[in-house]
Nanobody
Framework: QVQLVESGGGLVQAGGSLRLSCAAS????????MAWFRQAPGKEREFVAV????????YYPDSVKGRFTISRDNAKNTVYLQMNSLKPEDTAVYYC??????????????WGQGTQVTVSS
């Protein structure tokens, strides 16, 4: 089990950038795949990015591929999401999650509280 806390959200203009951070507790952080999901009002939680425990493998959906980059620093127990070329449709609450590798929410056991990202046009 691991506890996760997201930070770095905020208001940004279209075309701008934000970097989200997710700080984890526990000594077994490197054993977990880590993922980012997002959820906009009235919509289901959407997969954004995933990274393997070692950081060697990453996967993104087409909606963010080429714009977002997931990374992790296991020495700091932290995972990041660098978001560039932001669009209004990226507006959502962003959540980090830990667990097995996957692109669906049910593959993850631990979730952060979420951080709001708002992209204005």
């Amino acid at each position: 089990q691991v506890q996760l806390v997201e930070s770095g959200g905020g208001l940004v203009q279209a075309g701008g950038s934000l970097r989200l951070s997710c700080a984890a507790s526990g000594r077994t952080f490197s054993r977990y795949a880590m993922a980012w999901f997002r959820q906009a009002p009235g919509k289901e939680r959407e997969f954004v990015a995933v990274i393997s425990g070692s950081g060697s493998n990453k996967y993104y959906p087409d909606s963010v591929k080429g714009r977002f980059t997931i990374s992790r620093d296991n020495a700091k127990n932290t995972v990041y999401l660098q978001m560039n070329s932001l669009k209004p449709e990226d507006t959502a609450v962003y959540y980090c999650a830990g667990g097995a590798w996957g692109i669906t929410a049910n593959m993850y056991d631990d979730w952060g509280q979420g951080t709001q990202v708002t992209v204005s046009s």
